[in-house]
């Protein structure tokens, strides 16, 4: 069916309806912006920010920065921006490259509930290790190190990074989250936990080691993904104060997700958000604050 022609029918306003069926429709139909009565410059805005700095935008620096009267509109557009961050199509990672897997506890302490540690969440995680191009020149010549006061780039890097909130350490949550994220007959590096002890036989070449809390072991096995935990806690703790309720949790995770798989290219990232926000459903404002809206997972 050949797409309708579109004629603007209010003098200024982005209003258009179709001259052979009569609906009105607008350039942000079928958007995260749709309905909306922010002015598309401080989505654009917004799209830049959380997308090109490193350490992303808290919703009231975004208030502040952008003079916004209220603090839940600025919350609301980096929610509906953080909608459209999974690609639905995203590839499996792993393959030829090796992909560490481990869990962290995000939460802590909170005022007024006494000793100890309340609201842990756990995060599990998947993160490529990657051989530099010239990796083996650099061994070569023992440039690892140092070499006129100016260090030099590592032999091995992160490459693209899963990150999802679980219920818990479970076989049923754990599985399904290498099985969605990882492709099949890659290599996956975890620690002993028995429950990854079923990954040889759905496919995957499993390399397991009982860490036993030992940090020399941990750097050695799995220090990709503990550097990503350690940069996520200081993300979360930095930017936006260690104040994430659990059921939005998952949409910074994917906000980080993105951005650190486009870290080498930001301004890549800032037309990818724009394109995926174009084709997403994005939550409303009382499904924000009902917790009523699931996130899509990374």
Same mark, same amino acid.
């Given at each position: 069916?050949?797409?309708?022609?579109?004629?603007?029918?209010?003098?200024?306003?982005?209003?258009?309806?179709?001259?052979?069926?009569?609906?009105?429709?607008?350039?942000?139909?079928?958007?995260?912006?749709?309905?909306?009565?922010?002015?598309?410059?401080?989505?654009?805005?917004? @799209?830049?920010?959380? #997308?090109?700095? +490193?350490? $992303?935008? =808290?919703?009231?620096?975004?208030?502040?920065? %952008? /003079?916004?009267?209220?603090?839940?509109?600025?919350?609301?557009?980096?929610?509906?921006?953080?909608?459209?961050?999974?690609?639905?199509?995203?590839?499996?990672?792993?393959?030829?490259?090796?992909?560490?897997?481990?869990?962290?506890?995000?939460?802590?302490?909170?005022?007024?509930?006494?000793?100890?540690?309340?609201?842990?969440?756990?995060?599990?995680?998947?993160?490529?290790?990657?051989?530099?191009?010239?990796?083996?020149?650099?061994?070569?010549?023992?440039?690892?190190?140092?070499?006129?006061?100016?260090?030099?780039?590592?032999?091995?890097?992160?490459?693209?990074?899963?990150?999802?909130?679980?219920?818990?350490?479970?076989?049923?949550?754990?599985?399904?989250?290498?099985?969605?994220?990882? @492709?099949?007959?890659? #290599?996956?590096? +975890?620690? $002993?936990? =028995?429950?990854?002890?079923?990954?040889?036989? %759905? /496919?995957?070449?499993?390399?397991?080691?009982?860490?036993?809390?030992?940090?020399?072991?941990?750097?050695?096995?799995?220090?990709?993904?503990?550097?990503?935990?350690?940069?996520?806690?200081?993300?979360?703790?930095?930017?936006?104060?260690?104040?994430?309720?659990?059921?939005?949790?998952?949409?910074?995770?994917?906000?980080?997700?993105?951005?650190?798989?486009?870290?080498?290219?930001?301004?890549?990232?800032?037309?990818?958000?724009?394109?995926?926000?174009?084709?997403?459903?994005?939550?409303?404002?009382?499904?924000?604050?009902?917790?009523?809206?699931?996130?899509?997972?990374?």
């Amino acid at each position: 069916m050949p797409p309708c022609a579109k004629a603007r029918i209010w003098g200024s306003s982005v209003v258009l309806r179709c001259r052979n069926c009569k609906v009105n429709t607008s350039l942000t139909a079928s958007t995260v912006m749709q309905s909306t009565h922010t002015p598309l410059s401080i989505w654009f805005w917004a @799209a830049y920010l959380v #997308t090109t700095q +490193t350490p $992303g935008q =808290s919703a009231l620096q975004f208030q502040r920065q %952008l /003079g916004l009267s209220r603090y839940e509109t600025a919350f609301q557009i980096l929610h509906k921006l953080r909608a459209g961050m999974v690609r639905p199509e995203r590839d499996r990672i792993g393959g030829v490259h090796p992909v560490e897997v481990d869990e962290c506890l995000i939460g802590g302490r909170t005022r007024g509930e006494g000793k100890g540690m309340h609201h842990r969440a756990t995060v599990v995680g998947a993160v490529e290790v990657r051989l530099r191009k010239d990796a083996e020149d650099r061994a070569a010549k023992h440039r690892q190190d140092h070499e006129g006061g100016v260090p030099l780039k590592k032999l091995v890097y992160a490459g693209r990074l899963r990150l999802r909130m679980v219920e818990g350490r479970d076989t049923n949550s754990l599985i399904s989250f290498v099985t969605d994220s990882i @492709a099949k007959g890659s #290599t996956v590096r +975890t620690d $002993g936990w =028995s429950v990854y002890g079923e990954l040889p036989p %759905l /496919g995957y070449k499993q390399e397991p080691i009982i860490l036993a809390g030992d940090p020399e072991k941990t750097d050695a096995h799995l220090p990709m993904i503990h550097l990503v935990f350690s940069n996520l806690k200081t993300w979360i703790l930095g930017t936006h104060h260690g104040r994430i309720e659990p059921h939005h949790l998952q949409a910074y995770l994917n906000e980080y997700v993105f951005r650190f798989n486009r870290r080498f290219y930001p301004m890549t990232a800032f037309n990818s958000v724009l394109g995926l926000a174009a084709n997403a459903t994005s939550p409303t404002y009382a499904e924000l604050y009902s917790g009523d809206w699931k996130h899509p997972a990374s």
